[in-house]
């Protein structure tokens, strides 16, 4: 014993000691020393076009939080800085979101104290993920049920932020609520308001088309650019990409010259305080008139949220960083991106940030702009610093109706309902699970949808691990001989399907037939299972009739032997499995006796591709062409 206590204590230092390991887990160890100037350009170039994009999405995001402005900001620098050394993808831009800064409005409730708690518990619960290879738990996160989650939460996103397009006031947060009274103040909406957030959309959504346009389409390949195209076509790409930025700077330049006129005919956001944010630990305690919430209460106001925003956050960078890796051709460490994403929100709770993840539209900025390692976050993250030192002040005047537009615009590509017509052609049970998580996320929460859609999802999986798929097929030499083949492994759930699947087979009617259980593609067995084979053999020799195994593995047979089934016999093939009925049926001297196939009920009974069935004037089918080996 204590031999292999020192093996495994000299395995795991020699691991956790060496080069590689710290290349695994220090990413910047391996890519910092083939850094060139080439890289440099690259990273800057993208890294402060990130910047551009992140600063108007940052205080735009916290308003979608419920929290002051420049917690918008806090969150955009410290998750660039801590992922330029731990993260494994060089396109990744981590900061605010639209659905953490959803999730978070959700359970913190305007809260910024809250909100940074839950930052600390969602890096803590990360990392903990992540030193328990718990990633895989993402899994049960299905395609349908992530569809519906984020399509639910871009809509109530958007309907939350019309009352800023609007201008209105006093609506409450709820969607159901926040609709009617969107609907119900309709009369008070302030026209300068909605004016400018009109054009202000209409105007992100005319840049954005122009950027994403392919320019080559009708284009020769053969003939070469001209100096102004290429100057014109790097114009308008970047004009598009800095599209939010400009949006911010015009109507805050032209606010600003009407306020110094006295002029104020747009509702303004708060003023944001200037200056690099106190950094301390999280409080878990808060004022609220006069009365500190903190303790037990404290720690009721965060919720599911403990455990709902580590997994949303976790889905979306994850899939993000997959995505662009395999669209740039490198691959990501699934585990270390739980560190890196740990401990970018663990730190930066002590900067009064909320939490962060990645995000797909600042991502594929990154990725567009030609970032070449992930060095370009520390550009990202520096011009966030500068924005908070020298540009807050000019903040109380951007329009709130501008910023509304911003976040509208930004979630229109997170609706997802054309992956309802996908699901339908594909798989029709899919549409139930996105319709279910879509209706509950909208109506009933967060955590109450993802929990409905994801139980579901496991629900219809469970239901066809109880019904496996079988086909009952019969010998062409020897129709009264039924063989019943399997799919997918057996797990306890189908336990008593493949028993009355046994029973349907040779069992259903007189004359009984002996029946093979072809077991190729069986990959698992659990003690239900085996159980359950065993009373349908003693059922068979109840019966006066045989069932047999064929084409079982090694591993899997000494399992079901280790049950000790009386009368239990496995077969390397189906047609020494056939010859062994057959010899027996001689000794017996009915093998010859005519037996006609038993009509199986339709939800066990399917007759394989590859055997023909023919109608012999009304009397009966009979089988043709029908090999018997495994």
């Given at each position: 014993?204590?031999?292999?206590?020192?093996?495994?204590?000299?395995?795991?230092?020699d691991n956790t000691c060496s080069v590689r390991y710290l290349k695994k887990r220090l990413p910047i160890v391996d890519w910092l020393p083939k850094y060139n100037l080439e890289k440099f350009q690259g990273d800057?170039?993208?890294?402060?076009?990130?910047?551009?994009?992140?600063?108007?999405?940052?205080?735009?995001?916290?308003?979608v939080a419920e929290l002051p402005l420049q917690h918008g900001l806090y969150s955009a620098f410290m998750g660039c800085f801590i992922y330029c050394v731990l993260g494994t993808s060089?396109?990744?831009?981590?900061?605010?979101?639209?659905?953490?800064?959803?999730?978070?409005?959700?359970?913190?409730?305007?809260?910024?104290?809250?909100?940074?708690?839950?930052?600390?518990?969602?890096?803590?619960?990360?990392?903990?993920?992540?030193?328990?290879?718990?990633?895989?738990?993402?899994?049960?996160?299905?395609?349908?049920?992530?569809?519906?989650?984020?399509?639910?939460?871009?809509?109530?996103?958007?309907?939350?932020?019309?009352?800023?397009?609007?201008?209105?006031?006093?609506?409450?947060?709820?969607?159901?609520?926040?609709?009617?009274?969107?609907?119900?103040?309709?009369?008070?909406?302030?026209?300068?308001?909605?004016?400018?957030?009109?054009?202000?959309?209409?105007?992100?959504?005319?840049?954005?088309?122009?950027?994403?346009?392919?320019?080559?389409?009708?284009?020769?390949?053969?003939?070469?650019?001209?100096?102004?195209?290429?100057?014109?076509?790097?114009?308008?790409?970047?004009?598009?990409?800095?599209?939010?930025?400009?949006?911010?700077?015009?109507?805050?330049?032209?606010?600003?010259?009407?306020?110094?006129?006295?002029?104020?005919?747009?509702?303004?956001?708060?003023?944001?305080?200037?200056?690099?944010?106190?950094?301390?630990?999280?409080?878990?305690?808060?004022?609220?008139?006069?009365?500190?919430?903190?303790?037990?209460?404290?720690?009721?106001?965060?919720?599911?949220?403990?455990?709902?925003?580590?997994?949303?956050?976790?889905?979306?960078?994850?899939?993000?960083?997959?995505?662009?890796?395999?669209?740039?051709?490198?691959?990501?460490?699934?585990?270390?991106?739980?560190?890196?994403?740990?401990?970018?929100?663990?730190?930066?709770?002590?900067?009064?940030?909320?939490?962060?993840?990645?995000?797909?539209?600042?991502?594929?900025?990154?990725?567009?702009?030609?970032?070449?390692?992930?060095?370009?976050?520390?550009?990202?993250?520096?011009?966030?610093?500068?924005?908070?030192?020298?540009?807050?002040?000019?903040?109380?005047?951007?329009?709130?109706?501008?910023?509304?537009?911003?976040?509208?615009?930004?979630?229109?590509?997170?609706?997802?309902?054309?992956?309802?017509?996908?699901?339908?052609?594909?798989?029709?049970?899919?549409?139930?699970?996105?319709?279910?998580?879509?209706?509950?996320?909208?109506?009933?929460?967060?955590?109450?949808?993802?929990?409905?859609?994801?139980?579901?999802?496991?629900?219809?999986?469970?239901?066809?691990?109880?019904?496996?798929?079988?086909?009952?097929?019969?010998?062409?030499?020897?129709?009264?001989?039924?063989?019943?083949?399997?799919?997918?492994?057996?797990?306890?759930?189908?336990?008593?399907?493949?028993?009355?699947?046994?029973?349907?087979?040779?069992?259903?009617?007189?004359?009984?037939?002996?029946?093979?259980?072809?077991?190729?593609?069986?990959?698992?067995?659990?003690?239900?299972?085996?159980?359950?084979?065993?009373?349908?053999?003693?059922?068979?020799?109840?019966?006066?009739?045989?069932?047999?195994?064929?084409?079982?593995?090694?591993?899997?047979?000494?399992?079901?032997?280790?049950?000790?089934?009386?009368?239990?016999?496995?077969?390397?093939?189906?047609?020494?499995?056939?010859?062994?009925?057959?010899?027996?049926?001689?000794?017996?001297?009915?093998?010859?006796?005519?037996?006609?196939?038993?009509?199986?009920?339709?939800?066990?009974?399917?007759?394989?591709?590859?055997?023909?069935?023919?109608?012999?004037?009304?009397?009966?089918?009979?089988?043709?062409?029908?090999?018997?080996?495994?």
């Amino acid at each position: 014993m204590m031999r292999k206590c020192k093996n495994f204590a000299h395995r795991w230092a020699d691991n956790t000691c060496s080069v590689r390991y710290l290349k695994k887990r220090l990413p910047i160890v391996d890519w910092l020393p083939k850094y060139n100037l080439e890289k440099f350009q690259g990273d800057l170039i993208a890294g402060l076009t990130v910047g551009l994009t992140v600063v108007p999405q940052g205080l735009a995001y916290a308003a979608v939080a419920e929290l002051p402005l420049q917690h918008g900001l806090y969150s955009a620098f410290m998750g660039c800085f801590i992922y330029c050394v731990l993260g494994t993808s060089k396109d990744i831009t981590l900061g605010p979101t639209a659905l953490m800064s959803l999730m978070t409005a959700q359970y913190a409730e305007g809260q910024p104290a809250i909100a940074i708690v839950l930052c600390l518990f969602t890096g803590l619960i990360q990392f903990v993920m992540g030193i328990l290879r718990l990633g895989f738990l993402l899994n049960f996160m299905a395609v349908p049920v992530n569809s519906g989650f984020v399509t639910a939460a871009a809509i109530i996103i958007g309907c939350g932020q019309l009352k800023l397009i609007l201008g209105l006031k006093d609506v409450r947060k709820p969607f159901i609520w926040n609709v009617y009274d969107t609907c119900r103040k309709i009369p008070e909406t302030n026209h300068w308001d909605l004016i400018l957030g009109l054009i202000s959309f209409i105007t992100l959504l005319i840049l954005k088309f122009i950027k994403d346009r392919d320019w080559d389409k009708n284009r020769d390949p053969n003939e070469p650019l001209t100096r102004v195209q290429r100057v014109g076509r790097k114009a308008i790409w970047l004009v598009g990409t800095a599209r939010n930025a400009i949006i911010v700077l015009v109507t805050t330049i032209f606010a600003g010259i009407l306020y110094a006129y006295n002029i104020r005919p747009f509702t303004m956001t708060k003023e944001v305080p200037p200056g690099f944010p106190p950094v301390r630990p999280p409080s878990f305690s808060y004022q609220h008139g006069n009365h500190t919430v903190e303790g037990e209460e404290f720690f009721r106001h965060l919720g599911a949220g403990v455990a709902v925003i580590p997994m949303i956050g976790l889905l979306e960078n994850i899939a993000i960083a997959k995505a662009f890796a395999s669209k740039n051709g490198y691959t990501i460490d699934a585990t270390q991106e739980l560190f890196a994403l740990g401990i970018a929100n663990t730190v930066s709770c002590f900067f009064g940030s909320y939490p962060v993840t990645g995000s797909f539209s600042r991502t594929a900025v990154n990725s567009a702009s030609g970032v070449m390692t992930p060095l370009g976050t520390i550009f990202t993250g520096t011009l966030v610093i500068l924005a908070m030192l020298f540009v807050t002040p000019y903040f109380m005047y951007i329009p709130s109706a501008a910023l509304g537009a911003i976040i509208i615009a930004s979630v229109i590509n997170m609706v997802e309902f054309e992956h309802i017509t996908e699901q339908w052609r594909v798989h029709k049970p899919d549409v139930f699970v996105w319709v279910v998580t879509f209706f509950c996320v909208l109506f009933l929460g967060i955590e109450y949808g993802i929990l409905a859609g994801v139980g579901v999802a496991l629900a219809l999986l469970l239901y066809n691990t109880a019904k496996p798929a079988t086909k009952v097929e019969y010998t062409n030499s020897y129709p009264e001989i039924g063989i019943v083949r399997l799919d997918s492994g057996l797990y306890f759930p189908a336990s008593d399907s493949i028993k009355a699947t046994l029973h349907g087979a040779g069992l259903n009617e007189e004359p009984y037939k002996p029946v093979i259980m072809d077991l190729t593609h069986l990959s698992h067995l659990d003690f239900s299972v085996v159980r359950a084979l065993g009373r349908s053999v003693e059922e068979y020799d109840l019966n006066k009739t045989t069932l047999y195994f064929a084409c079982l593995r090694e591993d899997l047979e000494e399992k079901i032997n280790q049950a000790h089934i009386k009368n239990l016999r496995c077969f390397p093939t189906v047609q020494e499995a056939v010859d062994a009925i057959v010899a027996e049926s001689a000794v017996d001297g009915d093998v010859n006796q005519p037996m006609l196939m038993t009509e199986l009920p339709s939800d066990h009974v399917a007759i394989s591709t590859d055997t023909e069935v023919l109608q012999n004037n009304g009397s009966g089918p009979r089988i043709v062409n029908k090999e018997t080996s495994c």
